[in-house]
């Protein structure tokens, strides 16, 4: 799995094109502020893992980065472009929603951005050394 966190100030996305055929029909968007952004990338050898392996290891890094940078609220969106290797939609899923439940049951707000949708992002990232972190997890 790869994962590259930015601490951004604010974050907000809007549904352009839909490219999953079975996801969800979205339309809106939605907007955060004082937020970590995790664009994650979970990749074909994570299913040779325990989900809830693989979603500890996500969470406890997300975590962290939240305590470096004063934070509360974590996003988690699906980035497919951080390695060659992509795991299943399904076991993708499965872990986003894992991940997000244990971040909700540590009293985080926490989100997740459309899953099979290309969006349009505004992203407003201050530049300090643990705004931006990269992890292959």
């Given at each position: 799995?790869?994962?590259?966190?930015?601490?951004?100030?604010?974050?907000?996305?809007?549904?352009?094109?839909?490219?999953?055929?079975?996801?969800?029909?979205?339309?809106?968007?939605?907007?955060?502020?004082?937020?970590?952004l995790?664009?994650?990338?979970?990749?074909?050898?994570?299913?040779?893992?325990?989900?809830?392996?693989?979603?500890?290891?996500?969470?406890?890094?997300?975590?962290?980065?939240?305590?470096?940078?004063?934070?509360?609220?974590v996003?988690?969106?699906?980035?497919?472009?951080?390695?060659?290797?992509?795991?299943?939609?399904?076991?993708?899923?499965?872990?986003?929603?894992?991940?997000?439940?244990?971040?909700?049951?540590?009293?985080?707000?926490?989100?997740?951005?459309?899953?099979?949708?290309?969006?349009?992002?505004?992203?407003?990232?201050?530049?300090?050394?643990?705004?931006?972190?990269?992890?292959?997890?």
């Open positions: 799995m790869k994962v590259l966190v930015m601490y951004v100030n604010e974050f907000s996305y809007t549904p352009a094109e839909k490219n999953l055929e079975e996801a969800e029909t979205i339309t809106e968007g939605n907007s955060f502020k004082d937020s970590i995790a664009f994650i990338q979970v990749e074909e050898q994570d299913e040779e893992k325990d989900v809830k392996s693989r979603e500890k290891k996500l969470v406890n890094h997300l975590k962290w980065t939240a305590r470096k940078n004063d934070c509360k609220r996003i988690l969106h699906s980035f497919a472009h951080l390695s060659e290797s992509k795991a299943s939609v399904e076991f993708t899923q499965e872990l986003f929603n894992q991940a997000e439940q244990r971040l909700k049951n540590a009293d985080f707000k926490t989100a997740q951005t459309p899953f099979g949708y290309f969006l349009d992002l505004k992203i407003d990232a201050p530049g300090f050394s643990l705004a931006r972190i990269w992890a292959s997890l």
